[in-house]
């Protein structure tokens, strides 16, 4: 087993553009990431990003210290198989693998085999709890019901949960401190909430189509789903609310994995198109309105998983500048951004007046640069290591809302 330290460094672009989208990323490097590597699972807890890929022919475990700016490389054993899914408790990485085995993998790269499933399954984690889902456990030598199980790491015990009448289960998710799966029964695929020990279905998906992933916030789920009827395939995107599903976008190819802060859903997948936008296996919807923005690059073919934090959307993959400049990495992208109509003062950045007619004065004491722009056209204004007070001209620009980009933080002003 391999430990490789690596410094982390960033790539900033020499040019922007917005394409109904607020343009603020970071490209973060992956060591070794190359043409067919791909990020399978990703996570998050404090300041350190948890990455399960296939890269070379080989399974790794990367741990990525946003503070610091270093990553640790953790082989996993061929014979284990490829990462499918995972979750994080108390910083120590659990993966799930193609060859049935539920592993833990600390910081120092030392694996622990937690259980090994019978047949496919998938795991999350929520709080201190791993969740099990898709088959039944081997535990301690004995084989547990399916199909549903969690795993307290600091007690080191496991719970097996009543099972919905169906024939498997291919989807679970905590919601409103309440237990949901996706199950299939007679054919048709459902939702069941558990309520005293049973299962109650809630919704049932129309004929053809298959749930694919969902992602709860607030009082309502996320969900993505493929229609699989002829004579095209594509994929849903929808709310599930109250017990009613509402379709919102479809795309042309699958929503692989859902994130949503409280402003902006991100989804990643294998699609070209998210709504009626290019979207490049990645987009992103504005919750409360429910406009899409998106950037004018994705995830070159690997958008597989993403994950949010208080500030930021994380995605993993491989992406492009352009046509043909290849960076390999994960993408950063905003979870929420400053709107309103009165002069903003955030520490060092004042912007004022707000509204604006003529002029708009920006005070930005550390030194950043300055990008004023719109969601849908190109960039404005822009003012490189601009210090003290920076004065743009507006008087030119059509009445609407613009956005200002510092450092990686978005605030927005009205122009009148």
């Given at each position: 087993?391999?430990?490789?330290?690596?410094?982390?460094?960033?790539?900033?672009?020499?040019?922007?553009?917005?394409?109904?989208?607020?343009?603020?990323?970071?490209?973060?490097?992956?060591?070794?990431?190359?043409?067919?590597?791909?990020?399978?699972?990703?996570?998050?807890?404090?300041?350190?990003?948890?990455?399960?890929?296939?890269?070379?022919?080989?399974?790794?475990?990367?741990?990525?210290?946003?503070?610091?700016?270093?990553?640790?490389?953790?082989?996993i054993?061929d014979?284990?198989?490829?990462?499918?899914?995972?979750?994080?408790?108390?910083?120590?990485?659990?993966?799930y693998?193609?060859?049935?085995?539920?592993?833990?993998?600390?910081?120092?790269?030392?694996?622990?085999?937690?259980?090994?499933?019978?047949?496919?399954?998938?795991?999350?984690?929520?709080?201190?709890?791993?969740?099990?889902?898709g088959?039944?456990?081997?535990?301690?030598?004995?084989?547990?019901?399916?199909?549903?199980?969690?795993?307290?790491?600091?007690?080191?015990?496991?719970?097996?949960?009543?099972?919905?009448?169906?024939?498997?289960?291919?989807?679970?998710?905590?919601?409103?401190?309440?237990?949901?799966?996706?199950?299939?029964?007679?054919?048709?695929?459902?939702?069941?909430?558990?309520?005293?020990?049973?299962?109650?279905?809630?919704?049932?998906?129309?004929?053809?189509?298959?749930?694919?992933?969902?992602?709860?916030?607030?009082?309502?789920?996320?969900?993505?789903?493929?229609?699989?009827?002829?004579?095209l395939?594509?994929?849903?995107?929808?709310?599930?609310?109250?017990?009613?599903?509402?379709?919102?976008?479809?795309?042309?190819?699958?929503?692989?994995?859902?994130?949503?802060?409280?402003?902006?859903?991100?989804?990643?997948?294998?699609?070209?198109?998210?709504?009626?936008?290019?979207?490049?296996?990645?987009?992103?919807?504005?919750?409360?309105?429910?406009?899409?923005?998106?950037?004018?690059?994705?995830?070159?073919?690997?958008?597989?998983?993403?994950?949010?934090?208080?500030?930021?959307?994380?995605?993993?993959?491989?992406?492009?500048?352009?046509?043909?400049?290849?960076?390999?990495?994960?993408i950063?992208?905003?979870?929420?951004?400053?709107?309103?109509i009165?002069?903003?003062?955030?520490?060092?950045?004042?912007?004022?007046?707000?509204?604006?007619?003529?002029?708009?004065?920006?005070?930005?004491?550390?030194?950043?640069?300055?990008r004023?722009?719109?969601?849908s056209?190109?960039?404005?204004?822009?003012?490189?290591?601009?210090?003290?007070?920076?004065?743009?001209?507006?008087?030119?620009?059509?009445?609407?809302?613009?956005?200002?980009?510092?450092?990686?933080?978005?605030?927005?002003?009205?122009?009148?």
């Amino acid at each position: 087993m391999k430990k490789i330290l690596i410094f982390l460094f960033f790539i900033f672009p020499k040019f922007i553009f917005a394409q109904n989208f607020v343009p603020v990323w970071e490209d973060t490097y992956l060591p070794d990431q190359e043409a067919g590597c791909y990020v399978s699972s990703l996570d998050l807890q404090n300041e350190t990003i948890f990455i399960g890929r296939y890269c070379g022919a080989e399974d790794e475990i990367v741990f990525g210290d946003i503070s610091s700016e270093e990553w640790m490389e953790c082989d996993i054993p061929d014979s284990l198989g490829e990462i499918s899914s995972g979750g994080v408790i108390e910083s120590v990485f659990y993966v799930y693998t193609e060859s049935n085995w539920i592993l833990s993998v600390d910081q120092l790269c030392e694996t622990q085999i937690i259980a090994k499933s019978d047949g496919w399954a998938k795991i999350f984690s929520e709080d201190d709890t791993l969740y099990v889902f898709g088959s039944s456990v081997y535990i301690d030598d004995t084989l547990s019901p399916p199909f549903v199980h969690s795993f307290v790491p600091a007690t080191n015990t496991w719970e097996s949960f009543p099972n919905p009448e169906s024939e498997s289960v291919i989807g679970l998710t905590i919601f409103q401190n309440k237990m949901f799966c996706v199950g299939l029964d007679d054919g048709a695929q459902k939702i069941f909430q558990l309520n005293d020990s049973l299962w109650n279905v809630v919704y049932v998906f129309p004929e053809d189509e298959h749930f694919v992933s969902w992602e709860p916030v607030e009082d309502r789920i996320y969900v993505s789903s493929t229609n699989f009827a002829p004579p095209l395939e594509y994929g849903i995107f929808s709310e599930f609310k109250d017990g009613d599903m509402d379709s919102l976008f479809s795309s042309d190819g699958n929503i692989l994995d859902i994130s949503a802060s409280d402003c902006f859903v991100t989804v990643v997948g294998n699609f070209t198109n998210f709504g009626n936008c290019d979207a490049e296996n990645l987009a992103m919807f504005d919750r409360s309105t429910k406009e899409i923005v998106q950037t004018d690059r994705g995830l070159d073919g690997n958008g597989y998983a993403v994950v949010e934090s208080d500030e930021l959307f994380y995605a993993g993959g491989a992406f492009t500048y352009g046509a043909d400049i290849y960076s390999p990495g994960i993408i950063s992208l905003p979870s929420c951004y400053e709107v309103g109509i009165e002069d903003i003062s955030e520490n060092e950045i004042k912007i004022f007046p707000n509204p604006a007619t003529d002029f708009l004065s920006i005070e930005n004491g550390v030194g950043k640069v300055v990008r004023v722009f719109s969601l849908s056209e190109e960039i404005y204004l822009m003012a490189n290591e601009i210090e003290n007070r920076k004065v743009f001209d507006v008087v030119n620009l059509s009445s609407g809302t613009y956005y200002v980009l510092i450092e990686g933080k978005v605030f927005s002003f009205i122009k009148i």
